[in-house]
């Protein structure tokens, strides 16, 4: 809360700033603090432009054939792999790989309550819904699994059929077909 307009933000001032203890109505014991970074952090960090070391860039009077696996291409790797994250992901990336103490957590938009990630929009759709009430009645991945991740057509059409189980097939098919025809010529 701003000292003189007692005025709330969220974000941290610019400007050195008290405390407010809102028990005691008066200003915090731990006296006047200092803003972390004078400067708001940019949404997205401009390329360093720090100066290499002489001795980590590939050179190949030096190092001779390009080797992936060398200290020097691991660099290079790395700082690709982090700019790839980056726009994948967004600026959220840099938060998470900070050294400092950090977390992260989501919040129901209705209750404001921290919501763990098992509770998530994934847990209501039909897949999810169907899985937990199979799943009082019995176990529904070995269900699924008995068959080695196939379905049951697939396992019927890599059936074979012998000679014998063949013939009495065709024949009860032309039975039924003459059976029809006769009926027909009945009714």
């Excluded at 660099?75 to 790839?84: G, I, L, N």
């Excluded at 921290?114 to 209501?124: E, G, L, N, V």
Aim: hydrophobic content about 25%.
């Amino acid at each position: 809360m701003h000292f003189d307009t007692r005025q709330t933000q969220w974000q941290e001032p610019n400007e050195p700033y008290w405390v407010w203890d809102a028990l005691r109505q008066t200003v915090h014991a731990s006296g006047l603090q200092q803003p972390s970074n004078r400067e708001h952090p940019a949404t997205s960090a401009p390329p360093s432009s720090e100066p290499e070391p002489e001795g980590e860039r590939y050179n190949p009077a030096i190092h001779g054939n390009y080797d992936p696996t060398a200290p020097y291409a691991k660099r290079y790797e790395d700082k690709r792999r982090a700019q790839v994250e980056e726009e994948v992901y967004g600026p959220s990336v840099r938060a998470r790989q900070s050294t400092g103490y950090a977390a992260v957590g989501a919040f129901n938009r209705f209750s404001g309550a921290f919501q763990t990630s098992d509770k998530s929009a994934d847990r209501h759709n039909d897949y999810n819904k169907s899985g937990r009430q199979m799943r009082n009645f019995f176990d529904v991945d070995a269900a699924a699994n008995v068959h080695g991740g196939k379905s049951l057509k697939d396992e019927r059409r890599q059936a074979k059929i012998g000679k014998k189980e063949l013939h009495a097939l065709k024949k009860k098919k032309r039975e039924k077909k003459e059976k029809k025809r006769l009926d027909f010529y009945k009714s």
